[in-house]
């Protein structure tokens, strides 16, 4: 799942094909908003705490598992060496919902087998979107986009 925190960050959980997870877990992956940085980030000292900060600002409601290879006893994914490490040790103000309140380095020592894999829990609160198109000539069609910011069902169009 991707989100953009509103200051031009990109957080992203992807699976061991780099692909946008289909579940609430996988790889923590770092980009600005043009996408001409990314990276993985360190799971040096990086708290349970600080991973309810990144799962918030993906529309989560909490952290429930912060891990790493290393943590697992397993081998680092291909794709993770594809990525250069940008954030490490961590440090997110207690109650934040944004990453941009989160204290970080760029110099490391950190390998791969360091990056963070984060679980998240609860449903994701996010606004789903939907479109009607009414005609089958396309070069005549109108379409509403009709959003339901709340999830509950009640669906606003304009």
Same mark, same amino acid.
């Given at each position: 799942?991707?989100?953009?925190?509103?200051?031009?960050?990109?957080?992203?959980?992807?699976? %061991?094909?780099?692909?946008?997870?289909?579940?609430?877990?996988?790889?923590? &992956?770092? $980009?600005?908003? %043009?996408?001409?940085?990314?990276?993985?980030?360190?799971?040096?000292?990086?708290?349970?705490?600080? =991973?309810?900060?990144?799962?918030?600002?993906?529309?989560?409601?909490?952290?429930?598992?912060?891990? $790493?290879?290393?943590?697992?006893?397993?081998?680092? #994914?291909?794709? *993770?060496?594809?990525?250069?490490?940008?954030?490490?040790?961590?440090?997110?103000?207690?109650?934040?919902?944004?990453?941009?309140?989160?204290?970080?380095?760029? $110099?490391? +020592?950190?390998?791969?087998?360091?990056?963070?894999?984060?679980?998240?829990?609860?449903?994701?609160?996010?606004?789903?979107?939907?479109?009607? &198109? *009414?005609?089958?000539?396309?070069? +005549?069609? *109108?379409? #509403?986009?009709?959003?339901?910011?709340?999830?509950?069902?009640? #669906? $606003?169009? =304009?």
């Amino acid at each position: 799942d991707t989100c953009l925190d509103g200051h031009g960050l990109n957080i992203k959980l992807v699976d %061991n094909a780099g692909d946008r997870s289909r579940t609430n877990t996988g790889l923590v &992956i770092i $980009s600005s908003a %043009n996408d001409d940085i990314s990276g993985t980030v360190c799971s040096d000292n990086f708290t349970l705490s600080d =991973g309810e900060v990144f799962c918030k600002s993906i529309g989560y409601s909490c952290a429930l598992k912060v891990s $790493s290879a290393e943590k697992e006893g397993t081998t680092p #994914w291909l794709l *993770q060496e594809t990525y250069p490490i940008a954030m490490t040790e961590v440090a997110c103000r207690e109650g934040s919902s944004n990453v941009t309140d989160c204290a970080h380095t760029l $110099s490391h +020592n950190c390998t791969h087998s360091r990056d963070l894999y984060l679980t998240c829990g609860g449903e994701r609160n996010i606004a789903r979107v939907g479109v009607a &198109i *009414q005609s089958d000539d396309f070069d +005549n069609a *109108q379409a #509403w986009l009709a959003i339901d910011g709340n999830r509950d069902g009640k #669906w $606003s169009s =304009g």
